[in-house]
């Protein structure tokens, strides 16, 4: 088996170093974390990260820089523009991270770089929050920084906000759990549109959105030790992730509960665009396809990207995979 580098750097490089075998089922141990006795969680991977670059003499594929959202929550975003800012205003697109809710941020290299090639190739400003992470900050955190984001951004002053976006246009993204809090977000954000006017969310695009459920998928039985991703790792993060007392059919980890909620309705009358991305070498895949299932029958206008083979992680770590991301924000364009 080769590794390719984008490989070595991509999530999978956690995923084949953890011990998968473990009969112990600690999640700590399973996901490479040490628990220390004062509650807080030392991580013991490190990912490579990469500086903002604002320079526009360097031959970067957007600039970038960071930006405060809440000091008190340590919780901040890196905002990338393309370079030649054309006259007219360009659509919003706010980014969360992957991550099973535990690992990353917004300045990893893996993310910095789909962020800046997203702002160039298809001529948005991109916002990429850092949310907080669990098990320190347990869900609902990462979504109540989600939606305080969409608050920040119709507030702030800062120029490359107030100069070249056209408010009117946003689009909520997300990969794997960063995927969930898009997810999450949008059906906040659809109870308080009027909230945070002139902020205006137009769709959603799911990249292997990670959900979850008590009830074994096909794909999560087919894929159960696949290295990439395998099923104790994903148990881990929702025990480290869910609210204490919950499982995994909580409506954060399993979308179908209650049928989805009145809250659909809502956005099929808003008329946003869903986008789902998926492949079949994800023990994910079935679970993006019942949440496309969902939508369909809420009439919410929903388009499931469905590919053969590839591996959860593909459409961030293969240029070739994150054209068709980039390829379905033009044509939503
Ligand atoms: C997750 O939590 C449940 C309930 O406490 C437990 O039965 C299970 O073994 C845990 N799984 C992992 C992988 O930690
Ligand atoms: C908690 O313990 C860890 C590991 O010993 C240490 O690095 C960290 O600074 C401590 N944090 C607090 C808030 O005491
Ligand atoms: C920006 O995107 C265009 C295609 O839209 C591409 O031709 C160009 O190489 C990209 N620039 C950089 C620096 O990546
Ligand atoms: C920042 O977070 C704190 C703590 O949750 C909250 O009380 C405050 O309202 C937030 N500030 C803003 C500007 O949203």
Not at 2 to 20: F, R, Y
Not at 198 to 208: A, H, S
Not at 209 to 223: D, H, I, V
């Amino acid at each position: 088996m080769s590794l390719s580098l984008t490989t070595i750097l991509s999530l999978n490089l956690l995923l084949l170093l953890v011990n998968v075998n473990s009969s112990t089922m600690d999640p700590y141990k399973t996901l490479n974390l040490i628990l220390n006795p004062n509650g807080t969680v030392t991580r013991l991977e490190t990912y490579p990260q990469s500086p903002p670059s604002p320079d526009p003499n360097l031959p970067t594929p957007a600039l970038s820089k960071d930006l405060t959202i809440n000091q008190s929550k340590h919780t901040w975003a890196r905002i990338y523009l393309p370079h030649k800012s054309p006259k007219s205003k360009l659509p919003l697109i706010v980014f969360y991270h992957g991550g099973g809710f535990i690992f990353y941020s917004a300045a990893s290299t893996y993310f910095h770089n789909f962020c800046a090639n997203l702002a160039n190739q298809t001529q948005s400003v991109v916002v990429s929050l850092d949310y907080r992470l669990a098990p320190e900050h347990r869900l609902p955190a990462a979504y109540d920084d989600s939606v305080e984001v969409l608050h920040w951004i119709k507030t702030s002053k800062d120029p490359w906000l107030t100069r070249h976006v056209d408010y009117s246009r946003c689009y909520l993204m997300g990969e794997s759990a960063g995927g969930n809090i898009a997810y999450n977000a949008g059906l906040r954000a659809a109870s308080i549109v009027n909230e945070i006017k002139p902020v205006n969310i137009k769709g959603l695009i799911l990249i292997q959105p990670f959900f979850g459920g008590t009830k074994r998928t096909p794909s999560e039985l087919r894929l159960e030790k696949d290295l990439n991703l395998p099923l104790i790792v994903t148990d881990s993060m929702w025990n480290l992730s869910l609210p204490l007392g919950v499982d995994r059919d909580y409506v954060y980890s399993n979308p179908t509960v209650n049928g989805g909620g009145k809250i659909l309705d809502k956005i099929r009358l808003f008329g946003w665009k869903v986008a789902v991305f998926g492949c079949d070498g994800d023990q994910l895949v079935d679970r993006q396809r019942e949440l496309v299932k969902l939508l369909e029958g809420k009439s919410v206008n929903v388009v499931g990207q469905f590919y053969s083979g590839g591996r959860h992680g593909i459409f961030v770590g293969d240029a070739s995979m994150s054209e068709k991301v980039f390829d379905l924000v033009k044509s939503f364009y």
